[in-house]
């Protein structure tokens, strides 16, 4: 196996507002180049005032209302007061094998981290550390077994995110940019030297079935994991090898609501915390988890959480349904809790899903902080 991991020299920082993952992404990707005397710390503000100021002025993308887009976020870096020799550059392709070994090789010959676009489109993160079972070299074809992202989600926290190589493609990286303009049906990343060709080859994996594990094994199945992480390949996802311990897993079903599809990914989240945490309600509070197949019990994700979090227990959704619309908590007896995730105006971390409320023919959803969606909706473009 090659490991290339630059997670400790890239500061994680959470967006500071909805649509700042290009301004965060930028920030952290700044003040993570691979000699310290070269890093500089820009007001995440700042920032995106710089990239408002740069975005493409192409009709059909300045149509399209990007938050932050590829000419936006690539002119901001290379104006970020850059050492000699930095040359900042958009790589696109239709082709994602493509596009991720330009992004390999480019980290492991220069070492700084590479911004990409996530859901189609929907939104930046940094990718700061990956393994492969060959060295990305010109000419190569290897094969990705993980890749870790700093992500700017959630906000004002942030997220460390290692996704195996089959989740990467299922998942953040399972569709082209589906907004009209310059980028449609690219893959598109924010990288700096020379194209050198080759390709990456990901295994493929169902992520649906018939049965779900119990949630013992989850527990079981993520314990084992996290006993054989090492904290000097992955250093952000140190506290799972100290001190913390699993807590009672979440189940969690991954389709776009309204979504018709009869067969659907569910997954398990064995959220991680350190004895005796709790927050200022009396909840275990939890440093990170391990996001399995449900069916399975295959690994597909760890993501380390830039700050304790706590998860909104059904409960809580529905009390927070029941107050928004006025009436008493028990006539949501019969109301329909779900929990969630699809990438789009809620979230775009799969360890930080949403509740879907139904009530007879009105459907509600409440994020992890509480907040009451009307609707779902898709992401600003690079929000």
Request: with cysteine.
């Given at each position: ?14 967006q ?88 390999l090789?480019?980290m ?16 930046w ?23 870790t ?40 990343a ?20 018939s ?126 809790a ?46």
């Amino acid at each position: 196996m090659y490991t290339k991991n630059l997670s400790a020299n890239v500061p994680l920082y959470g967006q500071q507002q909805c649509t700042w993952c290009g301004a965060a992404s930028a920030q952290m990707a700044r003040n993570g180049y691979p000699i310290a005397a070269d890093r500089l710390l820009y007001l995440q503000s700042d920032v995106w005032n710089m990239i408002q100021a740069r975005n493409s002025t192409n009709p059909s993308d300045v149509a399209t209302g990007w938050a932050t887009d590829p000419i936006g976020l690539k002119a901001t870096l290379q104006n970020m007061s850059n050492p000699p020799g930095v040359d900042w550059v958009i790589f696109a392709d239709a082709s994602r094998d493509v596009v991720i070994f330009d992004i390999l090789f480019w980290m492991n010959v220069e070492q700084y981290p590479s911004p990409v676009l996530i859901n189609q489109g929907g939104h930046w993160v940094d990718i700061v550390g990956w393994v492969t079972d060959l060295e990305p070299l010109s000419g190569t074809n290897p094969s990705l077994q993980s890749i870790t992202v700093n992500d700017p989600e959630p906000h004002n926290v942030g997220t460390v995110s290692t996704f195996t190589g089959a989740q990467w493609f299922s998942g953040p990286w399972n569709g082209a940019v589906t907004y009209a303009g310059t980028w449609l049906n690219k893959y598109v990343a924010v990288v700096e030297p020379p194209v050198h060709k080759g390709r990456i080859h990901v295994e493929r994996v169902g992520r649906t079935g018939s049965r779900f594990i119990s949630k013992a094994r989850a527990i079981k199945r993520a314990t084992q994991i996290v006993s054989e992480l090492k904290p000097e390949q992955q250093p952000r996802h140190g506290v799972f090898v100290r001190h913390a311990e699993p807590l009672e897993p979440l189940l969690v079903r991954e389709d776009a609501p309204g979504g018709r599809a009869r067969r659907v990914p569910y997954y398990y989240i064995v959220p991680f915390g350190l004895a005796g945490e709790l927050s200022e309600r009396g909840f275990r509070q939890v440093r990170g988890a391990v996001l399995l197949n449900a069916y399975t019990g295959a690994l597909e994700e760890i993501s380390t959480f830039g700050t304790p979090i706590t998860y909104l227990r059904e409960d809580e959704a529905l009390n927070i349904v029941a107050s928004a619309l006025r009436i008493g908590r028990d006539r949501l007896t019969t109301a329909q809790a779900t929990l969630m995730f699809a990438p789009g105006d809620i979230t775009h971390i799969r360890a930080y899903p949403f509740w879907r409320i139904r009530i007879g023919r009105r459907t509600l959803f409440v994020d992890q902080q509480g907040k009451l969606y009307g609707k779902f909706l898709t992401s600003v473009p690079g929000d």
